[in-house]
């Protein structure tokens, strides 16, 4: 367990801005993680609501440079998937024993999803200490996490859920997030020029 932190750490640390990635065409998944490299992103998540997900996490591991892992896995048998298609990471929107013992046992680096002290408390029975704090916005934003943040000192966060190209910065200023999760680099229509510019400018945020 203890050296899932370092693995993880690491990786919240590699960029200001992991992107949070829905692709609907695993053909759009090459180039974008392209992009995204180029513009200075390189830990990428791709989120497990299409279908063509686990196809896409095998298209972006192709470039060279990117960190590909999963998102929204709820479940074993969801974590054995993104595992065979390759994931390098797991970002689960939420915190239950029964997923986590199997990806703590595998020395995957992990990012479960907190919103409450309960769910941290959980998170630190089970070895963890890095943490998704989701849905950032709606769960009280910058304000309610600093108040969780205080008496979980150990713990560092990534905010996630409702986080903007404007918001990003501020989240960022508190010294227990190490980076944020957000979707604004990958608008929907955006050609992979602007892309990569909304990368580098995300990449630049820290």
Do not use: Y
Not at 112 to 124: F, S
């Amino acid at each position: 367990m203890t050296d899932n932190v370092p693995a993880i750490e690491g990786l919240m640390r590699t960029s200001a801005v992991i992107p949070v990635l829905v692709i609907d065409d695993a053909a759009t998944a090459r180039p974008l993680a392209e992009a995204l490299v180029a513009g200075g992103l390189r830990v990428l998540e791709v989120t497990l609501r299409t279908p063509a997900a686990l196809d896409a996490i095998r298209e972006m591991k192709q470039v060279p440079g990117a960190i590909v892992g999963a998102g929204t896995v709820v479940s074993t048998e969801q974590f054995e998937a993104v595992m065979e298609a390759g994931a390098e990471f797991i970002v689960s929107p939420g915190l239950t024993e029964r997923l986590a013992r199997p990806i703590i046992d595998s020395d995957v680096p992990f990012l479960p999803g907190v919103a409450t002290a309960g769910d941290i408390m959980r998170g630190l029975d089970l070895g963890l200490t890095h943490f998704k704090f989701f849905p950032a916005e709606t769960s009280g934003g910058l304000k309610a996490l600093k108040a969780l943040a205080a008496p979980f000192h150990q713990c560092r966060f990534c905010p996630t859920g409702g986080i903007t190209e404007a918001s990003a910065p501020d989240w960022l200023g508190f010294a227990p997030v190490l980076c944020v999760g957000g979707s604004w680099v990958t608008p929907a229509g955006a050609s992979m020029a602007e892309v990569e510019a909304k990368a580098r400018a995300a990449a630049g945020l820290r």
